[in-house]
């Protein structure tokens, strides 16, 4: 079945060791989110791709940077995780103007 | 500041209750999308309103687009443990790709 996939479900770095998320997806959508949840809240706009076009959230930290090599993979790069970076990690795929389509999320924990 | 409130944050209903989450915004919404998320889990498409006064339904669960777009409102009809989460509208807030999520509202059903 077509759909969004997230790897890993979980991860667990440490405290200023660079960690990488990834997301691919088999919807052939051109846009890609990248969302971060913490308890409790709803899931924030980190940044997104629309094709090739990287459009970063003005409040996202440069701490967070993404590549997307081609349609179908994007990854989320965590350059020094903090304490305050354990969060839940969505990625979501669109056609342009149309309901989003989430992956399961990845769970990071930062010791 | 937040784009969209929810209200309320939570409810706890009796299984066979009726139930109304709303979505408000300040701002004219291009599209205005409902999503459901179970704990640690990444979220469902449930619904997306374009037009002002437009008005969508799925089994027991009805969501409208007032006709100034800037309010949605999602009615569950007797409700059932299954509908038990986490509610999050989401909109385009401006033209492109931009996308915000509400404040969320989470469900409890009792049996």
């Known amino acids: 079945d077509a759909m969004v996939i997230q790897n890993p479900r979980y991860q667990v770095t440490q405290f200023g060791k660079p960690v990488t998320l990834s997301c691919s997806q088999t919807?052939?959508?051109?846009?890609m989110y990248w969302y971060q949840q913490k308890s409790s809240q709803a899931p924030k706009l980190l940044f997104h791709?629309?094709?090739?076009?990287?459009?970063n959230e003005a409040d996202t930290p440069d701490n967070f940077q993404s590549r997307r090599p081609n349609t179908s993979f994007c990854f989320l790069d965590i350059r020094s995780p903090g304490l305050g970076d354990a969060a839940m990690y969505l990625c979501a795929t669109s056609r342009k103007g149309y309901e989003q389509y989430f992956g399961p999320g990845t769970r990071l924990t930062v010791t | 500041s937040q784009e969209l409130e929810q209200s309320p944050q939570s409810l706890i209903v009796q299984e066979g209750k009726n139930l109304t989450i709303n979505c408000t915004s300040s701002k004219t919404l291009y599209g205005l999308y409902w999503y459901k998320q179970k704990y640690g889990e990444g979220l469902i498409f449930l619904m997306m309103l374009q037009k002002g006064g437009e008005e969508k339904s799925h089994e027991k669960i009805t969501a409208k687009l007032d006709e100034k777009k800037q309010q949605s409102s999602l009615h569950i009809t007797a409700s059932q443990p299954s509908h038990a989460g986490i509610y999050l509208c989401g909109a385009d807030m401006r033209r492109g790709n931009q996308f915000y999520f509400g404040t969320g509202t989470s469900l409890t059903v009792i049996p």
């Open positions: 919807l052939n959508h051109n846009v």
């Open positions: 791709y629309y094709d090739k076009d990287f459009n």
